[in-house]
Every structure is written in structure tokens, then in C-alpha cells.
């Protein structure tokens, strides 16, 4: 009788006990994504085409500048913009200042990747002026380390009606 007492008790408790791992397994959180800069492999231009697609949204849509920069480019980086002053902090806070200040916004917004780079075209409006600008990233796996951008004022009064977009 014992036996079947203490198989009745122990059952139970062993089935619980398994069942709540299982539940706490299951209720992680996933960890945020982070680029790897020694990716390679079969996949690497499809990993490449996922993070520029994720870097654009956190920083052109979201508006989100310190997170895209943290998953993205999270550091070495090379700037190649004529008056750019500095390196990725100094990066970081000018766009803070410019992309994520009222008023602003983005939109027209093209994303694209291959042969190790990646490519942002769109249109930034401000309450004083309207850009069309062109971003590209070198990639070292799925980090981006290297930048050159193309920045094209828009008038409204182009010629061309097929102008910039």
C-alpha cells in the first residue's frame, strides 16, 4: 500500500513539476536581435537583406535611432559624409537631433541589399526643407560598418516630373 501511496504523491508532484518548466520555458522573452560581424555562410545575403530591412524600419519609421544603431551598428563604423565631425556617438545624437525631431518625417521609403551592401532611399521632410536621400552601408556580416549618403534638396519646382522618386 505504501508503494501506491507514495506513487500517487509522487506522480502528481513529478507531472507539476515538469509542467511548470515547460510554462517558464515558453514565457522567456527573446532576446533582442544583435548583429554578428563574422557571419558567413550560404544565408549571408538573406541575413544581410533582414537587418538593412530592420535597421530602416527602427530608424526611418519608428523613429527609434539609439536602437537601430545598437542592433546595427554596433561599432566600428567609417563615415563618409563630407561634414560629418565625427564617429558613431556623434552619428547617433545628429540624427536623434534631425530624423526624430517634431515635425520631421520620412516616407517614399526603398530598402535594398546585395554584394555586401545596403542600400536606403527616401524622402525626409522637415518643417523647413525636403531631402532625397540616398544611404549605403558596407556590411562585415550582419553589421554595418561603413557609410556614404547622397542628399538631394527638393525645390517642387524640378523640371522633371519623375524627379528623385
Not at 124 to 146: H, K, L, Q
Amino acid at each position: 500500500m505504501r508503494f501506491f501511496s507514495t506513487l500517487f504523491t509522487t506522480l502528481p508532484c513529478v507531472a507539476l513539476c515538469t509542467l511548470a518548466l515547460s510554462v517558464d520555458a515558453n514565457s522567456k522573452t527573446p532576446r533582442p536581435k544583435v548583429c554578428d560581424p563574422y557571419a558567413k555562410g550560404p544565408r549571408l545575403a538573406e541575413l544581410q537583406e533582414e537587418a538593412i530591412q530592420e535597421f530602416a524600419h527602427l530608424w526611418l519609421v519608428k523613429k527609434d535611432i539609439q536602437t537601430a544603431w545598437d542592433r546595427w551598428i554596433p561599432g566600428k563604423y567609417i563615415q563618409h559624409h563630407p561634414n560629418a565631425v565625427g564617429d558613431r556617438e556623434w552619428a547617433i545624437e545628429f540624427l536623434k537631433q534631425n530624423f526624430a525631431a517634431p515635425g520631421t518625417s520620412t516616407s517614399n521609403i526603398t530598402v535594398f541589399s546585395g554584394k555586401g551592401f545596403g542600400v536606403l532611399h527616401y524622402k525626409w521632410t522637415s518643417p523647413n526643407i525636403t531631402y532625397a536621400i540616398s544611404d549605403r552601408f558596407r556590411f562585415e556580416g550582419t553589421c554595418m560598418v561603413e557609410h556614404w549618403d547622397v542628399i538631394q534638396t527638393i525645390t517642387g519646382n524640378e523640371p522633371n516630373p519623375l524627379a528623385f522618386f
